[in-house]
């Protein structure tokens, strides 16, 4: 009775139901959702789906998330279960945007450490994998001694990975490094973070390294590299560097597409990803919000 009663009165009152629709839903562009009067008398019903914008920029972003281009070494399986494996493990661990020259601050468990952790600031200098063995190796020089350490990125050891100063260098490899002097690749261990504007492109660092002299590690003159200043070399150096140079395979379109994942599956990779890694995102700004929040105490 006392229920029927209350249904009564809301009738009497003109009252209406009001459908709440979610913040995060209405930030997300949908499609039409109204009827037209054509599909309200044939009982047609409109759904509304939700399309997320995958960034154009998100193979620079999670280049991992890309297969293996040799296609002997491809297994579709496989590497659908190791990208929920990757998604997984972002839940934890917040993996930040970075390129090769950003620095960054890697802390993992160690457990001869006296605080159980150990924590390494370096340049990267190189980017290498996919999947579960995507990497990254870290360099510094710490008490004139250069020093490098390689980090499986989704190893669970790692506890904290922070980008101190995010920004590019002109070549995707920064190895050279190596023959460099120790001012190129010191950086402070107490170093502090830099921030960028929301909005603001990632900076290029256009920084000319000048190598020490002879003997190298590598053929650099050979290597094309274009953050390295004069080498200050014989011409037969050069001369010899143009001899094994391959400027036809620019031109080879077959070798390109060996070397790279086509675009159509880029696309389709990334549409599977995002959605996940959007909602990650979502759920560790709720956390942080929680974290920031202080209760107010009580003055007497």
């Known amino acids: 009775m006392l229920l029927r009663s209350l249904k009564l009165h809301i009738i009497q009152c003109g009252f209406a139901p009001v459908l709440q629709v979610s913040r995060t839903c209405s930030n997300m562009p949908l499609s039409d959702t109204h009827q037209s009067p054509d599909n309200a008398v044939s009982g047609k019903q409109v759904k509304s789906e939700r399309k997320l914008v995958v960034p154009s ?35 934890h661990i917040d993996i930040p945007e970075f390129y090769v020259g950003s620095i960054l601050a890697v802390t993992s468990s160690n457990q001869h450490a006296p605080n159980k952790a150990t924590r390494f600031v370096g340049i990267c200098i190189q980017r290498l994998g996919c ?31 922070e980008v101190l100063r995010l920004e590019k260098r002109l070549d995707d490899e920064l190895l050279y490094l190596r023959d460099a002097p120790n001012e190129y690749s010191t950086f402070d261990e107490n170093m502090e973070a830099e921030y960028l504007p929301e909005g603001t492109p990632v900076p290029v660092n256009t920084t000319l390294v ?28 050069y001369k010899r560097a143009e001899e094994l140079a391959t400027p036809w395979e620019k031109y080879d379109l077959m070798k ?4 790279t994942i086509p675009e159509e599956e880029q696309k389709e990779i990334f549409a599977e990803v995002c959605s996940e890694l959007h909602e990650v995102e979502v759920m560790r700004k709720k956390l942080k919000r929680k974290k920031v929040f202080v209760k107010p105490t009580r003055s007497s």
């Open 256 to 259: 390109q597409y060996r070397r």
């Open 210 to 237: 000048k190598l020490k002299p002879r003997p190298w590690r590598a053929r650099w003159e050979r290597k094309n590299m274009k953050g390295l200043a004069d080498l200050e070399l014989e011409e037969r150096f």
């Open 57 to 91: 920029n998100s193979r620079f972003i999670y280049p991992e998330f890309l297969p293996d281009p040799k296609m002997e070494w491809r297994n579709s399986l496989r590497e659908k279960l190791e990208r929920l494996d990757m998604i997984q493990r972002r839940k």
């Open 131 to 161: 999947g579960l063995r995507a990497n990254i190796t870290l360099r510094n020089v710490i008490k004139h001694v250069g020093t490098e350490i390689k980090y499986q990125l989704y190893d669970p050891t790692i506890q904290k990975i």
